[in-house]
């Protein structure tokens, strides 16, 4: 069985950086962390995917601030977060699945793990 749990959320000035953690169980091929901001009707959107050997996938909002890296002897996977902008606020999810594909794709419905979530606020 695969968990995970979140952590690292907290508030930060725009423009900060910060380091979320998910630390997990079990043995996921392909991880990813996905964002949800605060509001009725927001969507739960992707930010980044790694897998086993494919190069990681980003988001076109992260616009390189962000990096996803995953520590498989430690089993924590990570998101280094940089030129923090308060549109970056909401909850962070980090995500898991044993699938593996050729090139990973942060896309909800392809993940069956699921963390609670950590918060990030970025103020401005």
């Known amino acids: 069985q695969v968990q995970l749990v979140e952590s690292g959320g907290t508030s930060v000035q725009s423009g900060g950086s910060l380091r979320l953690s998910c630390e997990y169980t079990?043995?996921?091929?392909?991880m990813a962390w996905f964002r949800q901001a605060s509001g009725s009707g927001k969507e739960r959107e992707g930010v980044?995917?790694?897998?086993?050997?494919?190069?990681?996938t980003y988001a076109e909002f992260v616009e390189g601030r962000f990096a996803i890296s995953h520590d498989r002897l430690k089993k924590t996977m990570y998101l280094d977060m940089n030129n923090l902008k308060p549109e970056d606020s909401g909850m962070y999810y980090c995500?898991?699945?044993?699938?593996?594909?050729?090139?990973?794709?942060?896309?909800?419905?392809?993940?069956?793990?699921w963390g609670r979530g950590t918060q990030v606020t970025v103020a401005s």
């Open positions: 079990g043995y996921p091929a392909t």
């Open positions: 980044a995917c790694t897998g086993s050997q494919e190069p990681p």
């Open positions: 995500a898991g699945t044993r699938s593996r594909w050729a090139r990973c794709e942060a896309s909800s419905r392809l993940y069956d793990f």
